[in-house]
C-alpha cells in the first residue's frame, strides 16, 4: 500500500535546486470510479476493447521534455520507489496501463538531485492547462494527453485514491514540491498534475 507520506522524493546530498511553492494550483481534479449508469444493452460488445500499454518514454514537447520510463513498484514501507537518475521517470506498475479503457496510469520522478541536477518533472511546477504531454507505449502508440489540473499537496496529504486504477482514463505526474528540509534531505510537498486523453 502506498502511504501519502510514502512518495518522499528521496534525493541525495545537501542543499538542491527548487525550493519554495511553486505555481497556483489550477482545473478540476478527476474523480475516480464511473459514477454513471450503464445503459441497457451496453457492454463487451458495445464497444471496441481499448488496450492499455506499459510506458517506455514520456514527453513534455512544449518544455523540452523527453525521458524513458521504467516500472516501478513501492519498497517494504510502502512508499513509492523513484527511479534514479532524475532523468528516468517511473511507472508505477501496479496500477493501469497508459491509454487503456479506465483508471490513470501513474508517472512519478525526482524534481532534482544535488549530484544530477534538475530531474525530467522539474517542469511540472509551471505545465499550464491544455499542455501535451506524449507517452509511448511499449507497442509503439503515442499516446496523447492534455494537462487539466495541477495541485500542490503536504506528502502526509497526497490523496491515496491516485493509485486505486479507478476512474475515467487519464494521467497522473508526480514530483516533489514545496520547502527543501536540509534536514531530512526531503521536499515537504508532492505537485501533482493530471492530464485526460487528448
Known amino acids: 500500500m502506498v502511504t501519502g507520506a510514502g512518495l518522499a522524493c528521496l534525493v541525495a546530498g545537501g542543499a538542491l535546486l527548487l525550493s519554495g511553492p511553486g505555481a497556483p494550483d489550477f482545473g478540476t481534479v478527476p474523480t475516480t470510479g464511473s459514477g454513471a449508469a450503464v445503459p441497457a444493452g451496453a ?7 481499448v488496450v492499455g500499454a506499459v510506458p517506455v518514454e514520456l514527453a513534455l514537447p512544449g518544455r523540452g521534455v523527453l525521458a524513458p520510463v521504467v516500472p516501478v513498484g513501492t519498497a ?29 496510469a501513474v508517472l512519478a520522478g525526482h524534481v532534482d538531485t544535488a549530484a544530477d541536477g534538475l530531474g525530467a518533472l522539474a517542469v511540472l511546477r509551471e505545465v499550464e492547462p491544455g499542455e501535451e504531454v506524449v507517452v509511448r ?62
Open 76 to 104: 517494504p514501507g510502502g512508499a513509492l520507489v523513484i527511479p534514479d537518475p532524475p532523468s528516468t521517470v517511473g511507472w508505477w506498475a501496479p496500477g493501469p496501463l497508459v491509454g487503456g479503457a479506465s483508471g490513470s
Open 43 to 49: 457492454g463487451p460488445s458495445a464497444a471496441p476493447v
Open 137 to 198: 507505449g511499449a507497442d509503439g502508440r503515442e499516446l496523447r494527453y492534455a494537462v487539466t489540473a495541477r495541485r500542490e499537496y503536504r506528502k502526509a496529504d497526497l490523496p491515496l485514491d491516485l493509485f486505486d486504477g479507478a476512474g475515467p482514463p487519464g494521467l497522473v505526474l508526480i514530483t516533489c514540491g514545496g520547502a527543501f528540509d536540509p534536514a531530512t534531505g526531503h521536499y515537504e510537498d508532492n505537485v501533482v498534475v493530471h492530464a485526460t486523453p487528448a
